[in-house]
Each structure stands twice: as C-alpha cells, then as structure tokens.
C-alpha cells in the first residue's frame, strides 16, 4: 500500500477518472464527430478512427512493463503530461479545409495525416494511462477504501463522458453555427480540451500520494514476464473459453457497426438522408440526455442480474440490445423534425444498450473468474476492443453502399448472432 501522508482519496480518484475518460472519448467520439463535421467521406471516417481503438486492444501486451519500468504514479504523471502535449498537437495541426468542401463531403483523409499522428500517440497515452491508474486505485487504497470508491470512480468516469463528449460538442456546434466557421470552432473547442486536462495534470503531479518503493523492486522483470507468460496459457486453455470469446466478438456487433455512423447521421442534411441537427444539438441529445439514460440502463441491469441470476437476465438483455436498432430504423425512415420525438427514440436507444450492455460486463466477470481474475479480465477487454474494431472499419463503406436506411436494416439483421451466441452462453452458465 502506497504512503498517503493521511491524503484523503476524495482530493484525487475523481480527478484521476475524469483524467482517464476525456482522452478515450476524445480519441473514440470526438475524432468521429469532428472528421464527419468537417466533410470527410463516411468509409474513410470509420476506418481510420476505429483504428484508434487498436491501443485498447493490444494493451495486455504491454501491460506488464508498466510493472516493471518505475511506478503506477510516475506513469499517471508521464502520460498525462503526454496526452496534454498531444492535445496541444491537435489543436495545432487541425487542417483548414474551405466551405466549399466541408459542404460537398469530400474533403480528403490525408490533411489530417499530421492530426490522425497525435490521436494515435493519444490512444496509446490513454491506453497506458488506464493501466497505470487502475493499478494505482488498489495500491493507494486499501480493500474498505477501494469498496467505497468503486462507484465514484464510475460516476466520475460518467460524468467525463458528459463533458467531453456532450460538452465539448455543444461548444463545437455552438461556435460553428455562430461563426460559421467549422475549423475554426473545432480549433477552440480542442484548445477547452487541452486547458482542463492541462490543470487536470498539473494537480496530480501535486495531488496524487507518492509511493515509498517502485513495484519493480517487489517483484522482478523476469517474475512479471513468466507471471504474464502464464495468464496467457492458462486463458486460452480454460474451460470453454472460446464460447465465451465468441460471444464477446458478436454480443456488440450491432453496436460495433451502429456507433461510427452515429454522429455522421445525425448531423447529415435530412435530402441525405439524415437528420440535419446541429451539434450543439447533438451533444445536449445525445451525449448529456443519452448518456444518463445510459447510465440508468446500466444501474437498473445490474439491479436485473442481481435479482434474477445472469443466466435468467441473459435473454431479456440480449433483446434489449436489439432497441438500438429498431429506433435507429425509425428515425431514418421517418426523418422526424421534431427535437421532442428525435430526443425520445435516442433515450430509448442509450437506455437499452445499457440495460443490455450489462449482460456483457457480467459475461466477462464470469468468463474471467480463477486465479489470474485481474490479467484474464483485461484480456476479455481485450477482445471486447477488437470486436468494436473490426465492425467498425469496414460501417462507413457499407452506408456508403446502402444508404442510411439500408444500413440500419443491415445492423438490424446483425442481431441475428447476437440471439445465437447468447443461446450458446446460456446453456453454458449455471
């Protein structure tokens, strides 16, 4: 346990989980949102940005050495004096493209070859940084403390979301509409994001209790790598593992092709098939209203399991994940105008993702349990990144293809798997 000098945890774990939201969701939504607002092509949009999610991927790789190198602290302290270099990054090397072709669509990838530079850097920061400060939740507190805290980490984590995803694109879409100059508010808009995480880092270089020894002396290399050498073996070795790895590559499949095209429909002219809001809109819609309906799914689905057992809770959750769909077909047939109905099916989209997502989360609790339970559950986030990668390359080439329409039926028949796979997990759970 780390010498705190008696520094109550409250001075730093909710600024640590704000610290480790902002990055993901600047790299994971924001990027989406600000290439699609700047007139990039779908496919290209999706392909490189669900790029970004490799980090998150392949993170148990490199875990280990955050281990051995120094301390989880220090690497709290280094990668976000990182990530703010990278925010300054971007803020710098967003390209200006014209009016002309921001509205035509066709703005090409390559201008923002020196900005998809520092998302990458940002995404691997961000990666690390999320090792290093869940490492650093169980050293600093002790098992009462860690109990304590577990739900404000969360909310924290939450409310991060609200402000980098719905805050940050009402300012976008506040100043482009008053400006009308989209560049330009993306430019300030990511200068808000470089100043608060900037005070975010220079507090925790203050803030954050200093540990008395390394973890490297406790432990050395050679123990870490054959301790990592072995969560990996015995992993893929488990009792029907692979069952459990197919249902975490399709449970989101529907989602991992929905969420890229999310932002581009929304903000399409409704002749395109979209539904012409604004992003200022979008972001109260969206990313404030969405996200609480979000976190209310995902309170009341943990509430679900506990009452009912997961292997009950299974199917009802699993059906729950098709509503995303199914208001997703609705608002691209029907195009609404109205903020009130748009606002509803979007509610009820988030609502059920998260009800469902649940499911998904105790899955991988489930699938994690054993002796290495804290390396195998990284592994399972593992493959729960790579089933929103793989999906996600290949959705703006797809919408491209069909049309908005079209492609929310696709992600309709998607559900498909989603159904079976759970069929298959159920039967397996006890």
Known sequence: MLDNGHRSPWLWVPTLYLAEGIPYILVNNISVALMANMGVPNGKMALFTSLLYLPWTIKPFWSPFVD???TKRWWIVFTQILLTACFVGLTLSLPHPDSFTIAGGNTPIGLFGLMLVFFWITAFASATHDIAADGYYMLALDDNEQALFVGIR?????????????????????LARTTQNIPMAWQITLLVATVLFGVLTLWHTRALPHSEKSVAAQRTPSDILREFGLTFVSFFTKKG??????????????????????????????????????LDQIGIIYSTIGIICLTVGGILG??????????????????CMTLPCLAFIYLSMMQPSSVVWITLALAIEQFGYGFGFTAFMMVMIHISEGTYK????????AFMALSMLLPGMAAGYLQEQVGYIGFFWLVMICCLPVLLVTFLMRRKLE
């Open 154 to 174: 969360s909310t924290f984590y939450r409310i991060a979301t609200i402000l980098g995803q719905g805050g940050l694109l009402y300012i976008a879409g506040h």
């Open 302 to 319: 943990g509430w679900y399991i506990s009452r009912v057992g997961l292997k009950r809770a299974l199917w009802p959750m699993a059906l």
């Open 374 to 381: 804290t390396a195998h559950y990284a592994i399972c986030t």
């Open 68 to 70: 051995i190198v120094k």
């Open 241 to 278: 593992v692979w069952l459990g790895i197919l249902f975490l590559l399709l449970y989101r499949l529907p989602e991992a092709l929905s969420l890229k095209l999310i932002f581009p429909f929304m903000m399409s002219p409704v002749e395109q098939g979209g539904l012409g809001l604004g």
